[in-house]
C-alpha cells in the first residue's frame, strides 16, 4: 500500500485492474471467467478478488437507475465556512447521495435525489442557502448521464411525524405552499417513490 499525504492508497498491477474493470462492466461475473480474460488460475483470482474486497477497491452495492425510475440528481457546490460540520448535517437524510470536501472557491459538492426539481430546490434552500456558515450554493439540476446512474439510497420503509433532520413537514412553508413534496422519511409525504 502506499501513501500519498496522508491518504493510504493501494497498488494495484495490470492483473487487479483488469478485474476491478472487468467488475465494473459485469457485477455478476463469475471468477472462472476472470480467470479466463485475465489468464491465471480460478484460485489466483479468488485470492485477487478477496484482497480487493478486503482493502475496500471492490464493493458491492446495490442501487438503483436514478434516471430509470424517474427521480432527479443536483449537484450542488457550496462555498462555507465549516464544509464538514454542513456535510454531517446530511448523513441521515433520505434525499442525500454523497458529499465531498474539495479544493477551490467552492469547498464542498453535495449530491441529492428527489422526485421533482421543485423539491431539490426547496433542499437547498432551506437547509443549505439558509445555513449562516453557507457563503455561496449554486444548485445543478442533471439533465443527462454519459453512464447509466446506479446509486444506492436510503428508501424509507416507515414514516415518522418528524424527519431525520428533526422538521415537521406540516409547518414548512416549502410543503404548505406546494413547492415541496416532504421527506419520503415523514407521514406527510405527498410524493410517490
Known sequence: MGQSG???SIDLDEK??????LFEKNPDISQAEIAEQVGLSQPTVGARISKLKQSGVISMVAGMSLMKVGLKLAKVDVTA??????????????????GF???????????????????LDAIVDK???????VVEADLGIVMSSVNEMIQPLRLSVE???????????????????????????????????
Open 81 to 98: 465556512k465549516n464544509s464538514v460540520e454542513l456535510l454531517n448535517k446530511f448523513k441521515a437524510c433520505p434525499y442525500f447521495l454523497n
Open 16 to 21: 487487479d485492474r483488469i478485474i476491478v474493470s
Open 159 to 193: 414514516k415518522g411525524e418528524k424527519t431525520p433532520c428533526g422538521l415537521n413537514c406540516v409547518e414548512c412553508g416549502y410543503y404548505t405552499s406546494g413547492r415541496c413534496l416532504g421527506c419520503c422519511a415523514s407521514k406527510a409525504y405527498k410524493g410517490s417513490f
Open 127 to 133: 437547509h443549505i442557502r439558509s445555513d449562516p456558515s
Open 6 to 8: 496522508g491518504i493510504c
Open 101 to 119: 470536501v474539495v479544493s477551490g472557491r467552492e469547498n464542498l459538492c453535495l449530491f441529492f435525489v428527489a422526485e421533482d426539481a421543485s423539491t
